[in-house]
């Protein structure tokens, strides 16, 4: 009855937070024709975790980039700290791939978001230290991004993502090119640097599993033009370990998203 009620508490508060992002019946059509998104509605909270989830094509990395500012609806509004903050310093992006300046040692890298907003060396030491060893990367802030692993790079670019404290983390497939058991402990290390913050977070992924273990809400997409079609609450209170990951909650939730996923799967193979 306690969790119950906590659980119930949790939602209630994401419930009455603002929206720092809302997309409002937004579609997008690119120049080459492409329409990637049509009547796509959702909001995102302030504090809250939340995981695009569709078949390939469908408009989600779209919606981040829509989001972050980098691309503007054809039709719709887009409502996001990036609309509003053009420096830069309200939103964060990670990509797939860690997108790492290859002659920058590890602290210049996590720098770099600092050093464009006209921070100096010696002004961001100590914030930059403190991102490192928040992220297990202390004794790598003099190395080069190719004596790293897969993982240790991705570290750096979710690093550099957060030193500057932004009030939304954009996440597109950031594991998605690494090894089970290095994206499973990185499935634990993010949900650990990301909760408490005030932060919000829109993470893309094709693993249902993973949407599941990080998200507080996972948002199932349609095949394009995307726009979404269902919602799922995972609630299961943080912090999460891989515990969680053997409960029968977990594998409800899995087997709820798959079917929702296989429903705009079967969308997608009727369009191609």
Not at 94 to 104: C, D, G, I, K, N
Not at 197 to 206: I, Y
């Amino acid at each position: 009855m306690a969790l119950a009620e906590s659980l119930a508490r949790k939602r209630n508060d994401v419930a009455m937070s603002p929206a720092v992002i809302t997309l409002n019946d937004v579609a997008k059509r690119f120049d080459s024709g492409l329409l990637a998104l049509e009547g796509a509605s959702l909001s995102v909270a302030r504090g809250e975790f939340v995981t695009l989830l569709g078949p390939s094509g469908c408009g989600k990395s779209t919606v981040l980039k829509l989001v972050a500012g980098l691309v503007t609806p054809s039709q719709g509004t887009v409502v996001s700290p990036a609309q509003q903050d053009q420096t830069g310093r309200s939103t964060a992006f990670v990509f797939q791939e860690p997108t790492l300046l290859p002659w920058a040692t590890v602290f210049d890298n996590v720098w770099l978001p600092l050093r464009l907003q006209g921070q100096s060396r010696s002004v961001a030491q100590s914030v930059i230290h403190r991102v490192l060893e928040q992220v297990g990367l202390s004794e790598f802030h003099q190395s080069y991004p190719a004596q790293l692993s897969g993982g240790m790079k991705m570290r750096v670019s979710i690093a550099r993502a957060l030193v500057s404290q932004p009030q939304v983390l954009l996440m597109d497939e950031p594991f998605a090119a690494l090894d089970d058991i290095t994206r499973l402990r990185l499935n634990v290390d993010l949900l650990r640097w990301w909760h408490g913050q005030a932060m919000a977070a829109m993470f893309v992924t094709h693993n249902v599993a993973e949407a599941v273990f990080l998200s507080q809400r996972v948002l199932v997409m349609d095949a394009r033009p995307g726009k979404v079609v269902a919602q799922v609450h995972i609630e299961q209170p943080y912090p999460r370990d891989a515990s969680f990951r053997q409960t029968q909650a977990f594998l409800q939730h899995c087997q709820t998203l798959s079917e929702a996923l296989e429903k705009a799967s079967q969308s997608a193979s009727k369009l191609s």
